[in-house]
Nanobody, 127 residues
Framework: QVQLVESGGGLVQAGGSLRLSCAAS????????MGWFRQAPGKEREFVAA????????YYTDSVKGRFTISRDNTKPTMYLRMNNLKPEDTAAYYC????????????????????WGQGTQGTVSS
C-alpha cells in the first residue's frame, strides 16, 4: 500500500502563492501517476492536476492552467503543486492521490482511477 502525506497549505491573500507537497511512502514502486484534487465546502471533489511518475506527462484542469504547476522530485517520492495568482475560488481542501495504472487523456481527472489518498491540506485565499 501507499501512504500519502500532504503539507504546505495555509492562508494567503488573493494574488498570492502557496506550494503544496505530497510525500509518498510504502509501496511507491506501484505508482504510475500522482495527482491533486480539491474540495470546497458544499462542493464535490474536483480534479486539479496530475503528473506521471517520470514527470514527463502532466495534466491540468482548465481553471488552473497558467497559474498552477505540478512537479515531481525524481530523487524521492514527492510531488509538488505550486499555486500562483491564487483566487478566492481556489479555497479548498487539497488532496494528494496516486494511481497504479497508466492514465490516459480521458481518465486522468476521474477520482476512482486513483487508489491511494492523503488526508488533505487546507488552502484558503482571502479576497
Amino acid at each position: 500500500q501507499v501512504q500519502l502525506v500532504e503539507s504546505g497549505g495555509g492562508l494567503v491573500q488573493a494574488g498570492g502563492s502557496l506550494r503544496l507537497s505530497c510525500a509518498a511512502s510504502g509501496r511507491t514502486s506501484s505508482i504510475y501517476y500522482m495527482g491533486w484534487f480539491r474540495q470546497a465546502p458544499g462542493k464535490e471533489r474536483e480534479f486539479v492536476a496530475a503528473i506521471s511518475w517520470t514527470g514527463r506527462i502532466t495534466y491540468y484542469t482548465d481553471s488552473v492552467k497558467g497559474r498552477f504547476t505540478i512537479s515531481r522530485d525524481n530523487t524521492k517520492p514527492t510531488m509538488y503543486l505550486r499555486m500562483n495568482n491564487l483566487k478566492p475560488e481556489d479555497t479548498a481542501a487539497y488532496y494528494c492521490a496516486t494511481s497504479n495504472e497508466t492514465l490516459s487523456g480521458t481518465n486522468y481527472p476521474i477520482s476512482s482511477e486513483y487508489n491511494a489518498w492523503g488526508q488533505g491540506t487546507q488552502g484558503t485565499v482571502s479576497s
